[in-house]
């Protein structure tokens, strides 16, 4: 069985760290706990056995509650092997970085090197334009193609 517990966006990643420290010292029997990345503010949970919120393994700061019913494994399917993001940029969109030297800067895609998962950016509010190549995971889609 799959749950989705509700969290507080931003606390997905250290709810389920405290929870699972707190499964482990219990005799909740959860097999697994999944944080997406595409998925805020939720956290899914597999378990064995049917859960109970009242119990106390799953009072954990941020946990906001859960979500009713169970969630089959087609609906998580996407979850588990997620498109990556350079999928989804092409040349000329809008991205904000959201690591490194430049993190929160506004940038335009320049060139994509799909093989090595890098991409080319020129930053917006720079005064004279420099080229910076970053790693895929390291950028956020803001807009599509710039028009």
């Known amino acids: 069985m799959i749950y989705a517990f509700r969290t507080l966006v931003g606390q997905e990643k250290n709810v389920a760290r405290l929870l699972a420290r707190n499964v ?16 805020r503010g939720y956290i899914l949970v597999e378990t064995s056995s049917k859960i109970d919120m009242q119990d106390p393994a799953l009072k954990v700061p941020n946990l906001r509650g859960s979500v009713e019913g169970e969630i089959s494994f087609e609906e998580i399917k996407g979850f588990l092997n997620p498109e990556p993001i350079i999928a989804s940029v092409k040349k000329g969109s809008i991205v904000e970085l959201i690591s490194g ?3 929160g800067e506004k940038a335009k895609v320049v060139r994509i090197d799909e093989s090595k998962e890098e991409v080319v950016l020129e930053l ?11 790693k895929g995971d390291q950028i956020r889609l803001i807009q599509k193609e710039a028009d």
């Open 24 to 39: 482990k010292n219990s005799e909740l029997e959860v097999n697994s706990i999944l944080v997406p990345d595409t998925l």
């Open 101 to 103: 030297p430049f993190k």
């Open 124 to 134: 917006i509010e720079a005064a004279i334009p420099i080229p910076v190549t970053v």
